[in-house]
């Protein structure tokens, strides 16, 4: 069967505690965002790829899509996938497309947004978020990630520079985030670099 332009999904949250009933909402999905999904869940594994679509159900996030499940060519979905967005560690990073950043510990994932962090206090000149972009000459490029459409920059912290960004945290607008900062055990900084839709 060839690959369609988009699926019929049914789409529900697997965040719902087990007593809770969650609405299943129905609707078309261009075929590239599901092949996105499943490329996060299965990496750039074509047969894993095509096992998911036979198999019609896919967790990501908090979501569970499941559809009509059918056998496609291997050639055919190759090709798909060879026309997403690949990684490229040659891209440079780029701060104004930067949309949030995380504090990645062994027990820690700490998302903040942009706007959050750019917020100033009263009376203070730099925003935590300018703290964060000049430790941003150290970052690697760390891959892409299909399913926020985005470059991922990994930036490993020493012991001085951890302590460094949970003291500039004090910069923050919100006093909760900060606390919660300063409370983390986080090792890196992960800065998420959104592509130009083309």
């Known amino acids: ?3 369609p332009p988009t699926i019929q999904v049914k789409l529900s949250s697997e965040a719902a505690e087990y007593v809770a009933l969650t609405p ?13 999904h499943a490329v996060s869940a299965a990496g750039i594994d074509v047969e894993r790829v095509r096992d998911i679509l036979k198999r ?11 559809w009509a499940g059918w056998e496609c060519d291997l050639a055919e979905l190759a090709e798909a996938i060879s026309a997403l967005p690949q990684p490229d560690p040659s891209r440079p990073f780029d701060a104004h497309r930067c949309s949030r950043v995380l504090l990645v510990g062994p027990a820690t994932r700490l998302e903040i947004g942009r ?7 009263l009376f203070r000149r730099r925003s935590f978020w300018e703290e964060l972009l000049a430790a941003a000459p150290g ?4 891959g892409y990630l299909y399913k926020d459409r985005a470059d991922r920059y990994v930036l490993e912290l020493s012991e001085a520079a ?9 910069l923050l607008r919100y006093e909760g985030l900060a606390r919660q900062i300063r409370a ?15």
């Not at 019609?56 to 499941?66: H, I, K, M, N, Q």
């Not at 970052?139 to 760390?142: E, K, Q, T, V």
């Not at 951890?162 to 004090?170: F, I, M, N, T």
């Open 139 to 142: 970052l690697a490029y760390g």
């Open 162 to 170: 951890r302590e460094a960004l949970k003291e500039a945290s004090r």
């Open 115 to 121: 706007e959050a962090a750019a917020e100033r206090r």
């Open 24 to 36: 299943v909402v129905v609707r078309d999905l261009m075929f590239t965002e599901l092949l996105e």
């Open 184 to 198: 983390a055990r986080f090792e890196k900084v992960e800065f998420i670099v959104e592509r130009a839709r083309g």
């Open 56 to 66: 019609g159900s896919l967790v990501s996030g908090a979501s569970r899509f499941r």
């Open 1 to 3: 069967m060839p690959l």
